[in-house]
């Protein structure tokens, strides 16, 4: 089965617009964490923004946040005021195990293409 | 903040020629970094954990004699690609942490053209 799963087809935001990007999660592990990552088209992998399953807060960075839904093992990033840089590929992925401090692998949902027009 | 250097950024290659890519930790001590592999427009697909000082655990459909991992110091992970054929092509990342609550620090990737 699916750990990480991104469904949308590629998506299009007005640019200062907000955007969500949906993620799901399967695990039975307690302990994991959630990363959003951002993938210009020259390649590099940019951190956007992280959730622990222990975190009472929803995590937020600048204009990212991550509406954290636990019990429905859900993760979605919200962009705030899209601006055309925003244009990339994001992929969600999940660490589990975090609280044994193994280095455990990342694994990676499909990608979800933002496209922000002018 | 914490980089990771990867090297080199693009190659292009003869088949039947073997690749070197170098994954560099530059102001942290990696004992763990991961060999990624991705197609054009897919997913990052993990091929292997490199462990500093030991042998590399390889995911499942991933030939250990063709895609040679070396971790022989706690900045450097190597990747050969051996005997390289066209459908070899594809963009290989490699990432490292430290805290294991911390996000992944990737290299820029490498560009592997076989011809």
């Known amino acids: 089965a699916q750990k990480i799963t991104q469904t949308q087809p590629g998506m299009f935001v007005q640019e200062k617009e907000a955007v969500t990007l949906d993620c799901t999660y399967d695990?039975?592990?307690?302990?994991?964490?959630l990363f959003w990552y951002k993938q210009p088209s020259s390649g590099e992998m940019i951190f956007l923004i992280y959730?622990?399953?222990?975190?009472?807060q929803n995590a937020t960075e600048g204009r990212y946040s991550l509406n954290f839904q636990k019990a429905r093992k859900s993760a979605n990033l919200v962009i705030s005021a899209s601006q055309l840089g925003d244009s990339a590929m994001y992929f969600c992925?999940?660490?589990?195990?975090?609280?044994?401090?193994?280095?455990?692998?990342?694994?990676f949902g499909k990608g979800i293409t933002l496209s922000v027009r002018p | 903040g914490a980089v990771v250097s990867q090297h080199p950024s693009w190659v292009i290659c003869k088949s039947g020629t073997s690749v070197k890519i170098e994954c560099r930790s530059l102001?942290?001590?990696?004992?763990?970094m991961f060999w990624y592999r991705q197609f054009p427009k897919q997913s990052l697909m993990l091929m292997a954990t490199?462990?500093?000082?030991?042998?590399?655990?390889?995911e499942q459909g991933v030939e250990k004699d063709k895609f040679l991992i070396n971790h022989a110091s706690l900045t450097l992970s190597t990747l050969t690609v051996t005997s390289a054929h066209p459908e070899d092509s594809s963009f290989y990342i490699c990432?490292?942490?430290?805290?294991?609550?911390?996000?992944?620090?990737f290299g820029n990737g490498t560009r592997l053209t076989v011809t």
């Open positions: 990432s490292a942490n430290g805290q294991y609550n911390s996000p992944l620090h």
């Open positions: 695990t039975s592990d307690p302990s994991y964490g």
């Open positions: 959730q622990g399953s222990y975190d009472q």
């Open positions: 992925a999940m660490r589990e195990h975090i609280r044994t401090g193994a280095n455990s692998k990342l694994t």
């Open positions: 102001d942290f001590q990696a004992t763990t």
């Open positions: 490199s462990n500093e000082g030991s042998k590399a655990t390889y």
